[in-house]
């Protein structure tokens, strides 16, 4: 089955910042890479999400690109803000359904 | 957008007990949905794909028989935890794909503690 590793664990930075999160996978079948922002308690919500055939996009603050070779696709959040902080899992799918979430990422924005 | 609900939020029982949560999709029907388990500051594991109609299928490793699953109709699907025990506390959470390719709407999750 897919494999999904996500680094760093934690990430403390400054606000006005960026932040880069680090994902690879392990099926070269999935095809859809989501990423998701969950805050304590709560589900995960979908903040930006890529496709295989693209190799990078970007939503305002936020982007994401894609390496299909390696493997592995990053989050870049710039001019990071307080209200960034929270858990962010990256995710892997061959169907658009089934998701394979990495082991998430705690980002501390420091005001 | 697409709501999920998922109820209760929050849920206490007693070691060999059953508990029932419910996942609904709140304006629009999926014919399938999906049950994750979360422990703390860990990831979400998928567990099973809820189908309408017929039976789940489990990921490997998850048992069928202690992790019930229902999907009676087109906007509910039901996790029944059998026996629970301890090692079952666990935030559950429920996805449900809208129509777009990629759009997957997941629940707020169902805190499950067993004592």
């Known amino acids: 089955g897919e494999n999904v590793e996500q680094h760093p664990s934690t990430l403390s930075v400054q606000e006005g910042d960026s932040a880069v999160i680090k994902c690879t996978y392990s099926d070269s079948a999935s095809n859809y890479f989501p990423w998701y922002k969950q805050e304590l308690g709560k589900g995960p919500q979908l903040i930006i999400d890529?496709?295989?055939?693209?190799g990078e996009k970007k939503d305002q603050r936020i982007a994401v690109t894609l390496n299909k070779t390696a493997k592995h696709f990053s989050l870049h959040i710039t001019e990071t803000q307080p209200e960034d902080s929270a858990v962010y899992f990256c995710a892997a799918s061959t169907d658009f359904n089934k998701f394979y979430f990495g082991s998430g990422t705690k980002l501390n924005v420091k005001p | 957008g697409a709501v999920v609900s998922q109820h209760p939020s929050w849920v206490i029982c007693k070691s060999g007990t059953s508990v029932k949560i419910e996942c609904r999709s709140l304006d629009f029907q999926a014919t399938t949905m999906f049950w994750y388990r979360q422990f703390p500051k860990q990831s979400l594991m998928l567990m099973a794909t809820?189908?309408?109609?017929?039976?789940?299928?489990?990921e490997q490793g998850v048992e069928k028989d202690k992790f019930l699953i229902n999907h009676a109709s087109l906007t509910l699907s039901t996790l029944t935890v059998t026996s629970a025990h301890p090692e079952d506390s666990s935030f559950y959470i429920c996805s449900a794909p809208g129509q777009g390719a990629g759009e997957q709407y997941f629940g707020p999750g169902t805190r499950l503690t067993v004592t």
């Open positions: 809820s189908n309408e109609g017929s039976k789940a299928t489990y």
């Open positions: 890529i496709r295989s055939n693209v």
